[in-house]
């Protein structure tokens, strides 16, 4: 997994990304102004695009999701072993194994749904 190493890394990246690409892709020319839905429908299709073909991916170490139910069921279970109500720095624990079972799972799985249920109930 990769990991930035500091804030000020994170924002060099995204700043550098920022100005070579984003900001001049972001609005589209010539069109009247948006309204905030298509505005969103138009970034995030630039914005697949953008992070499909810029050279940050390999910076950034980007790749496809993979998803693995039988991997999201481990972490889901590490998850567990950390589970305490009673320790806050335990069930930030709990959440960060929870979060990666919910990354792993296939969408509309059981191991997706149960992960989802706890991270609700960790958090509520």
């Not at 500091?6 to 990246?13: D, F, R």
């Not at 069921?73 to 998850?79: C, I, K, P, Q, V």
């Amino acid at each position: 997994m990769f990991r930035i190493d500091s804030q000020l890394t994170g924002n060099y990246l995204f700043d550098g990304l920022w100005e070579s690409v984003i900001k001049r892709c972001i609005i589209p020319e010539g069109q009247r102004q948006l309204t905030n839905d298509q505005l969103t429908a138009y970034i995030a299709r630039k914005m697949r695009i953008v992070l499909r073909d810029c050279s940050f991916r390999e910076e950034l170490d980007l790749r496809p999701d993979e998803k693995d139910n039988a991997k999201a069921n481990n972490f889901r279970m590490e998850g567990n072993r950390y589970m305490h109500p009673s320790s806050l720095e335990r069930l930030c624990e709990t959440s960060i194994y929870y979060n990666k079972s919910i990354a792993c799972a296939e969408k509309g799985s059981e191991e997706r749904a149960i992960a989802t249920k706890i991270v609700w109930r960790i958090f509520d």
